[in-house]
């Protein structure tokens, strides 16, 4: 049957909005939803007193401990956030993670894995004792770039031919996956530079032992620096969905770290970033994750979200307690466990 032109224009005209309308409609209902799972965690958590401020870095415990922030990233750039996402804490340890991506880009994810490993140590963060049981008992790379010994040895690998130079980099990646220039909370750097003893003590076991292959000195107090850098809980939030979203940043469209060499860094901190709690954290939520003393954690919920949440209080393993909480559960509501993919799974998008 032959249909008039005029008509068929019409029918095709009218198609085309009832799909704009129907995909429009999905896609408000999808913005509302992870709006509002963030506005929830932040109501129920708010309130929340559990957990105290880092405090054998004296900058930490001067932090507000009310502060509490949670910012969600999507692929389309997006930033849905609750509370404080603008005041700035120091990024701590989730800034391993950018340093061993930078590494891995550089050098390649076998640099890593054969130098410091990529196993989980189950012990604290600065443990000394998993060196040695490293180093005598497994005798091989048998730590990870996320606990102090494997940080401080990545730092280490960073390339330059002068600190300033190995700096640049170190800055320019968590420039990359943040979207912003970031700078250094001096206050923080200072307080740390002069209470770090005890990784002092780590950079030079790990180059007697001879992971760190030239002036571990160098190799700690970078390290103390790029854990100072300033960041806020948008962002991390950016910083996780670059992750999220093969390297490449969503917002600004850059890319940070070749799509290839994401799995490797998710891998690890699926193993390893939440310390000795990472297993447990992994069993309730599927997200590679980091964590920092400033009281941040960064999640990956990949392909679908990146989320962040900024509260300094923090449990025994030195993990952000209102943020684990929060983002548990805002997880659960967007169905971001990788590991509960049916093939029907909607994403935050
Ligand atoms: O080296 C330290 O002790 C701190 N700059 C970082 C430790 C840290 O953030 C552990 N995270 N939960």
């Known amino acids: 049957m032959s249909v008039h032109p005029r008509i068929r224009r019409r029918i095709v005209g009218v198609v085309f909005v009832i799909a704009a309308a129907v995909t429009l409609t999905f896609s408000l209902r999808a913005q509302s939803n992870v709006q509002s799972a963030v506005n929830a965690a932040h109501s129920r958590y708010q309130g929340l007193r559990e957990g105290k ?18 910012a969600v990233v999507t692929g389309d750039g997006r930033v849905y956030s609750a509370g404080d996402v603008r005041t700035e804490v120091s990024i701590q340890s989730i800034s391993k993670v950018f340093t061993m991506a930078r590494v891995i880009q550089d050098q390649g994810p076998e640099s890593i894995e054969k130098r410091i490993g990529v196993d989980a140590t189950g012990m604290r963060f600065n443990s000394i004792v998993s ?36 700096w640049a980099k170190i800055l320019g990646t968590h420039n990359d996956f943040a979207g912003r220039q970031l700078s250094v909370l001096q206050d923080v750097y200072k307080s740390e530079s002069d209470t770090n003893q005890r990784n002092q003590a780590i950079g030079m076991l790990m180059y007697a032992y001879e992971y760190i292959k030239s002036n571990p000195a160098q190799a700690t107090d970078l390290y103390t620096r790029q854990c100072s850098i300033g960041v ?13 979203f093969g390297g490449r940043n969503p917002v600004t469209g850059k890319q940070a770290i070749n799509a290839e060499y994401v799995p490797y860094v998710l891998a690890v901190m699926a193993t390893a970033g939440l310390y000795d709690d990472s297993g447990k954290w992994l069993y309730h939520t599927g997200l590679p ?61």
């Open 232 to 244: 806020n809980a948008k962002d991390l939030a950016v910083m996780a969905a670059t992750l999220a």
């Open 53 to 70: 401020n880092a405090d054998y870095i004296p900058a930490l415990a001067k932090v507000d401990p009310n502060l509490f922030g949670i």
């Open 131 to 166: 060196v040695e049981f490293a180093k005598k008992i497994l005798g091989g790379p048998e730590l990870n770039p996320l606990v102090n010994p494997g940080a401080i040895t990545a730092t280490s690998m960073v390339q330059g031919n002068t600190a300033d130079e190995v």
């Open 289 to 349: 994750a980091k964590s920092g003393v400033g009281g941040g954690i960064i999640a990956v919920s990949p392909g679908n979200f990146g989320i962040a949440v900024v509260s300094p209080p923090l449990d025994d393993a030195g993990n952000s307690v209102r943020a684990q909480r929060s983002i548990r559960d805002i997880s659960n509501a967007l169905n971001g466990n990788p590991y509960a993919a049916t093939g029907r799974r909607q994403t935050a998008n």
